[in-house]
């Protein structure tokens, strides 16, 4: 008896192990099942009568030779259903249907396992993690689609995003290729055909309805994704703050970049939510700027970083500008505080029933204005700001607001704002080398980026925690920094 109630305490505490394990794997504070549940219920809700909705996970991308980019899944793929993994689709039905004599009214298909695959990449999900994890209630590996019985004449509306073909052949059954090519002799889509953003459907396929539907629901966040947000921005002001201590001139822009980076994983950030931009001088000009090459930045330079932690899926999108030596130059700082009352101008604005042309047009006119005042342009007439090369105003070339979320420039309505919206507001100067300018004026970007909450009566501004005024950027910079003490060998000269 002993013996076997040490038996069974040994295989217990065995699988006690095992669980403890595989429960480690994964953060403990991701979305829930009932939560990508409950997107689906709401996409059903709003899905045309006789619809199915259908959604492919994102295709491995070759990097080099047998390597591939980090896999981030599509981001809507991820909101409806919490799967991590390639090689999948999901059906969403309007109406509970009778398949292969199930009722059902959504059903995902997901990669099969493959041991040899497992040993070099790691457990793959399989149907049955699909049941038991994400709580499907049915799921099929991708092998079966072939002999689903899906007969897709039969609904008035197949809604689905158009094809990039992009997807490469794995050669493994039932991958992403085989998925969509099995797919589209289902449901009849050819090409050729199509022409569907001009002409009346010739059948029953949709390429643009879903697009509608998906930016309804994804503007306007809920209360977990809300949470997520606030961490994904925390983590990325406490970056900026900690950068914004340690810069001093001689560093190279990698160098600050992997500042934001390391505090992003120190936080268990999983990413960033779009390729990090720190550009000094003349590279600030450069508005998605990736490279981060400059070995060395000087003294005198403003330094442009564009950096956000993704959390959980969610991307903070946030940019501070400051000066490399500490200390802003008088051209610097009237520029700089050009751009920051542009930004708090919109701030006012915000707030939900407010357009977003109106927050648009808002930080154009106190830029543009300014911008005479301080002799940058003759005057706001579209002649003297617009730069015949790209169409745009020379000097604020971009536009001043978009939704964040588990995408950086997040789906969502983007005419009227709403409770629950999250948002960016992002005025900018930038005033290159060479610009018709005085001089005195030149190298010197500026771009403000803050993440707000819409709400009833105003906008929550998410990203305080790293300063934006720059009498406080000063101040912070002159704060010694957990970096400081950081004390590497100099490799080129090691033994
Ligand atoms: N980081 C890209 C953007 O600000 O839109
Ligand atoms: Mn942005
Ligand atoms: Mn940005």
Not at 26 to 48: G, V, Y
Request: hydrophobic fraction near 40%; include cysteine; aromatic fraction near 10%.
């Amino acid at each position: 008896m002993r013996k076997t109630f040490a038996g069974v305490g040994v295989l217990l505490l065995f699988i006690q192990i095992i669980t403890v394990a595989q429960v480690a794997q994964k953060p403990d504070d991701l979305l829930t099942p009932a939560f990508h549940k409950a997107k689906r219920d709401d996409l059903r809700r709003i899905m045309p009568p006789n619809s199915v909705a259908v959604f492919f996970s994102n295709p491995v991308r070759s990097r080099a030779n047998d390597g591939s980019y980090k896999y981030h899944q599509d981001p809507n793929f991820y909101y409806l259903t919490g799967h991590t993994e390639p090689h999948a689709v999901l059906f969403i039905f309007k109406e509970t249907q009778l398949i292969n004599k199930a009722e059902l009214n959504e059903v995902i298909f997901v990669r099969q396992h493959n041991a040899l695959k497992e040993l070099y990449d790691g457990a793959r999900l399989g149907k049955e993690g699909a049941r038991e994890q994400l709580k499907f209630e049915v799921a099929y590996e991708g092998t079966e689609f072939m002999n689903f019985k899906i007969d897709f004449s039969a609904f008035d509306k197949v809604l689905f995003y158009d094809f990039f073909n992009d997807v490469r052949n794995t050669e493994e059954v039932g991958d992403l290729f085989e998925l969509i090519e099995q797919f589209k002799q289902k449901v009849g889509y050819d090409q050729k055909d199509l022409n569907v953003a001009i002409e009346p459907k010739k059948n029953n396929i949709d390429l643009v309805s879903l697009d509608v539907l998906m930016q309804k629901l994804r503007g306007i966040k809920s209360a977990e994704e809300i949470a997520l947000l606030r961490k994904a921005v925390n983590i990325s002001t406490a970056a900026h703050l900690e950068a914004m201590k340690a810069i001093e001139p001689g560093m190279s822009e990698m160098q600050i970049q992997g500042l934001h980076e390391f505090i992003h994983k120190h936080y268990t950030a999983e990413d960033q939510g779009y390729q990090s931009i720190v550009g000094a001088g003349q590279n600030g000009c450069v508005l998605h700027y990736r490279i981060n090459y400059k070995p060395s930045v000087q003294d005198g330079e403003l330094i442009l970083m564009d950096v956000g932690a993704e959390y959980r899926g969610y991307t903070a999108d946030v940019t501070r500008t400051i000066p490399v030596n500490g200390k802003f130059t008088k051209e610097q700082k009237l520029i700089y505080d050009l751009v920051y009352e542009a930004q708090t101008a919109a701030w006012k604005k915000c707030k939900a029933g407010t357009t977003f042309a109106s927050l648009s047009e808002i930080t154009n006119k106190v830029v543009n204005e300014g911008l005479v005042e301080l002799g940058l342009y003759k005057s706001t007439d579209p002649a003297d700001m617009v730069d015949s090369a790209t169409g745009r105003n020379r000097y604020y070339p971009h536009g001043c607001c978009h939704h964040i979320g588990l995408d950086v420039h997040d789906k969502g309505e983007r005419d009227v704002l709403k409770e629950g919206m999250v948002i960016t507001i992002e005025p900018g100067i930038y005033v290159p080398n060479g610009s018709p300018a005085d001089q005195k004026w030149w190298n010197i970007p500026v771009r403000i980026e803050d993440d707000f909450l819409v709400q009833k009566d105003g906008c929550e501004l998410l990203s305080d925690l790293a300063p934006r005024k720059s009498e406080e950027i000063e101040k912070v910079m002159k704060e010694s920094s957990v970096f400081t003490t950081l004390d590497l060998p100099d490799i080129d000269h090691v033994k």
